[in-house]
C-alpha cells in the first residue's frame, strides 16, 4: 500500500518545494527547501527514507504544517472520529428501522416513500445536500450553525480525547456538549445520508428474502407470535448481510470526510488531506492513506467478530475447517 501510494503521490505534475517556497522565492531558495525536506533525492531513495522511517513509527514531515505527520493526524483524527461516529450510528439507528419497516410494509405507500428516500440518498452528493442543509437551517431558519465545531465565543472543553462531546460530558460541561451537538448536526446528516440509502435498501432486500426461508415458514406454523418470529428468527439473520455494509460503509464515511469537511470547515482529517494536496504535500497524503486503509482493516476485523456474535455457527463451522 505504501508503494502504491508513494508512486500515485509523486505522478501528480507540480514542485512542492516551488509551492511551499512561494511564486516570488528565488531558485535558491527552492533548492534550499527541496534540500531540507530530502525532495532532491531521486525517487527510489526518497522511498527506502520513508519506509526506514515508517518502520520507526515516522510517517515524515508535513511540507503544509512544518510538523510531523503522526503528530498532525493525532490532533486531526479526533473530530473526524467523532464527525465518523455520529454519521455511523444514524446509520444504523435509522438505517435498519426503516430498512425492516419497508420490508414489512411491502408494496404499500411507506415502501415506496423509504424507497424514494434512499434513492434519493445515494443520488444527490454530498456537496449539494451540504450547501442545501447550510441554507435552509442556517439562512433561511436561524436553527443550527453552519459550520466549525464550535462558534466563535465557546471555549473548547479541556483536551483529553480530543472528541468535543465526549471531553465535554467528562468536564461535566452542558453548555459546551449542546454547541458541539448543534454542530455536528449538519455534517453529520450530510455523511450519513449516503450510508443511510445504502443500509436502508440492504436491510429492506434481507428481511424479505428471510421472510419467505423455510425456517420462517416453519416457526409461524409452530403457532410463534410474529414478535417472536421477528426478533428472533428474522431480524438476527437478516442484520448478518447488513453489518457487511456496514464495515464497508465505515471505510465509505471516512472518503466522504473530505467533501463534507470542506463543506462545514470541519477542521479534521478531510480538510486537513484537502490541504495536503493541494500543496503537494507527500508525507501527509500519504500519512492519511496508510491511516484509512488501517482503519479498512480494523472495520472488517470488527465484521468478522460481529458475524460470530450474531451466528455462533460460523465460529464452529471456522473451527470443523482448522
Request: net charge positive.
Given at each position: 500500500?505504501?508503494?502504491?501510494?508513494?508512486?500515485?503521490?509523486?505522478?501528480?505534475?507540480?514542485?512542492?518545494?516551488?509551492?511551499?517556497?512561494?511564486?516570488?522565492?528565488?531558485?535558491?531558495?527552492?533548492?534550499?527547501?527541496?534540500?531540507?525536506?530530502?525532495?532532491?533525492?531521486?525517487?527510489?531513495?526518497?522511498?527506502?527514507?520513508?519506509?526506514?522511517?515508517?518502520?520507526?513509527?515516522?510517517?515524515?514531515?508535513?511540507?503544509?504544517?512544518?510538523?510531523?505527520?503522526?503528530?498532525?493526524?493525532?490532533?486531526?483524527?479526533?473530530?473526524?472520529?467523532?464527525?465518523?461516529?455520529?454519521?455511523?450510528?444514524?446509520?444504523?439507528?435509522?438505517?435498519?428501522?426503516?430498512?425492516?419497516?419497508?420490508?414489512?410494509?411491502?408494496?404499500?405507500?411507506?415502501?415506496?416513500?423509504v424507497r424514494f428516500l434512499a434513492v434519493a440518498g445515494v443520488s444527490l452528493p454530498a456537496f449539494w445536500l451540504g450547501l442545501g442543509l447550510q441554507i435552509i437551517f442556517?439562512?433561511?431558519?436561524?436553527?443550527?450553525?453552519?459550520?466549525?465545531?464550535?462558534?466563535s465565543l465557546d471555549a473548547p472543553p479541556a483536551r483529553v480525547t480530543g472528541a468535543y462531546l465526549v471531553d465535554a460530558l467528562l468536564a461535566a460541561d452542558t453548555a459546551?456538549?449542546?454547541?458541539?451537538?448543534?454542530?455536528?448536526?449538519?455534517?453529520?446528516?450530510?455523511?450519513?445520508?449516503?450510508?443511510?440509502?445504502?443500509?436502508?435498501?440492504?436491510?429492506?432486500?434481507?428481511?424479505?428474502?428471510?421472510?419467505?426461508?423455510?425456517?420462517?415458514?416453519?416457526?409461524?406454523?409452530?403457532?410463534?407470535?410474529?414478535?417472536?418470529?421477528?426478533?428472533?428468527?428474522?431480524?438476527?439473520?437478516?442484520?448478518?448481510?447488513?453489518?457487511?455494509?456496514?464495515?464497508?460503509?465505515?471505510?465509505?464515511?471516512?472518503?466522504?470526510?473530505?467533501?463534507?469537511?470542506?463543506?462545514?470547515?470541519?477542521?479534521?482529517?478531510?480538510?486537513?488531506?484537502?490541504?495536503?494536496?493541494?500543496?503537494?504535500?507527500?508525507?501527509?497524503?500519504?500519512?492519511?492513506?496508510?491511516?484509512?486503509?488501517?482503519?479498512?482493516?480494523?472495520a472488517n476485523l470488527l465484521v468478522d467478530l460481529a458475524y460470530v456474535v450474531l451466528d455462533p455457527r460460523i465460529a464452529e463451522q471456522g473451527t470443523m475447517r482448522t
Open positions: 500500500m505504501s508503494a502504491i501510494t508513494f508512486a500515485l503521490t509523486h505522478i501528480v505534475p507540480g514542485d512542492p518545494a516551488r509551492l511551499l517556497a512561494g511564486p516570488h522565492a528565488r531558485q535558491e531558495q527552492v533548492d534550499a527547501l527541496a534540500r531540507l525536506y530530502g525532495l532532491d533525492r531521486p525517487l527510489p531513495e526518497q522511498y527506502w527514507i520513508y519506509l526506514t522511517g515508517l518502520l520507526r513509527g515516522d510517517l515524515g514531515m508535513s511540507l503544509t504544517t512544518r510538523r510531523p505527520v503522526l503528530d498532525d493526524l493525532l490532533q486531526y483524527l479526533p473530530a473526524t472520529a467523532e464527525l465518523a461516529f455520529a454519521a455511523l450510528a444514524l446509520t444504523v439507528l435509522l438505517g435498519i428501522p426503516l430498512g425492516v419497516l419497508a420490508a414489512l410494509r411491502h408494496g404499500r405507500a411507506t415502501d415506496h416513500a442556517f439562512q433561511q431558519l436561524s436553527l443550527l450553525p453552519i459550520g466549525g465545531r464550535l462558534g459546551t456538549f449542546a454547541a458541539a451537538a448543534g454542530h455536528l448536526v449538519l455534517p453529520a446528516i450530510t455523511l450519513a445520508a449516503g450510508s443511510l440509502a445504502v443500509v436502508t435498501r440492504m436491510m429492506r432486500a434481507s428481511v424479505l428474502e428471510t421472510l419467505d426461508a423455510d425456517y420462517v415458514r416453519t416457526a409461524r406454523a409452530k403457532g410463534l407470535s410474529e414478535r417472536v418470529v421477528l426478533g428472533r428468527h428474522v431480524l438476527k439473520n437478516a442484520l448478518i448481510p447488513t453489518i457487511t455494509v456496514l464495515g464497508l460503509q465505515a471505510g465509505t464515511l471516512l472518503a466522504g470526510a473530505v467533501l463534507v469537511e470542506a463543506v462545514f470547515s470541519w477542521p479534521g482529517i478531510g480538510l486537513y488531506t484537502v490541504r495536503a494536496i493541494s500543496n503537494l504535500d507527500y508525507a501527509a497524503v500519504m500519512g492519511v492513506t496508510l491511516l484509512v486503509s488501517a482503519i479498512y482493516v480494523l
